[in-house]
């Protein structure tokens, strides 16, 4: 399978006052079209960091991000955020669905960012441009992630594990082709958690969606194609 991502000596140092922290110190990191990789290592180790890096949320110290060949951070910030809208997903601990809008709306968010023509092309996608079906699409996304009847509750109406499923859904809704999940199951049972990840397995098997979990989870590697370790600010196999 082709190369999607790709991190390559890649650096990133917080600084807090007079001290600075080396939280990453050149990771080097490729995922392949639909392949599926886990991430764990102890708290503080650098993961969310790792994350956001590849996820074009922060721009690391040195070293590229390259998305289909193209370096993320060399783009302007309007293109970064179209690539993040358009091209990934993202699945956090605590669901980060906006409060005031119901599961549906949730859902039917990602698609209602502008967007640009023509931009697709430019990065290998399909312009998606038909405003018409987002509310079906949403619709159905929900029946596929088990909540069709729950379209119309607020998140403080769901549990947390139907919390996640729409933000599952939601990281769908632009047909992404990865999706980064930062501790998905990290605020839920056990047993609601490895329905999470069964959950995510399902999305990958039948729609080709690769997936960067980073996890605590140990029942994360049945659904991995690949697990590896961060730690000491590289990633070990
Ligand atoms: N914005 C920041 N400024 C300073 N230090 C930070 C910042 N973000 C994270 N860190 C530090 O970087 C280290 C790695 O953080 P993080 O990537 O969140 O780790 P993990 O997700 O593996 O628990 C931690 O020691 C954390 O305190
Ligand atoms: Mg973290």
């Given at each position: 399978?082709?190369?999607?991502?790709?991190?390559?000596?890649?650096?990133?140092?917080?600084?807090?006052?007079?001290a600075a922290l080396e939280v990453l110190q050149g990771v080097e990191l490729a995922i392949s079209s639909g392949e599926v990789v886990a991430v764990t290592g102890p708290s503080g180790?650098?993961?969310?960091?790792?994350?956001?890096?590849?996820?074009?949320i922060d721009r690391p110290s040195a070293g590229q991000v390259l998305y289909r060949h193209k370096d993320l951070y060399r783009l302007s910030e309007g293109e970064r955020a179209w690539i993040r809208n358009r091209a990934f997903g993202f699945v956090f601990q605590f669901y980060?669905?906006?409060?005031?809008?119901?599961?549906?709306?949730?859902v039917m968010l990602p698609a209602r960012l502008p967007r640009r023509k023509g931009w697709g092309?430019?990065?290998?996608?399909?312009d998606v441009s038909d405003p018409a079906p987002i509310r079906q699409r949403a619709a159905d996304l929900l029946g596929q992630v088990g909540l069709p009847s729950r379209l119309?509750?607020?998140?403080?109406e769901l549990s947390g594990g139907e919390q996640q499923r729409v933000a599952v859904a939601r990281?769908?809704?632009?047909?992404?082709?990865?999706?980064?999940?930062?501790?998905?199951?990290?605020?839920l049972d056990s047993r609601t958690g490895a329905q999470i990840l069964e959950l995510m397995?399902?999305?990958?098997?039948?729609?080709?969606?690769?997936?960067?979990?980073?996890?605590?989870?140990?029942?994360?590697?049945?659904?991995?194609n690949r697990t590896i370790s961060l730690k000491d600010g590289r990633l070990w196999d």
């Open positions: 399978m082709p190369v999607l991502m790709e991190g390559t000596a890649l650096t990133k140092r917080y600084r807090s006052g007079q180790a650098g993961k969310s960091t790792l994350l956001h890096l590849l996820g074009g980060h669905l906006v409060p005031e809008l119901t599961a549906l709306e949730n092309r430019r990065f290998g996608l399909s119309n509750h607020l998140p403080a990281a769908l809704m632009n047909k992404p082709e990865l999706i980064f999940c930062d501790e998905p199951t990290g605020n397995q399902e999305v990958n098997r039948k729609q080709g969606t690769a997936f960067m979990i980073v996890t605590h989870e140990e029942a994360v590697s049945r659904i991995a």
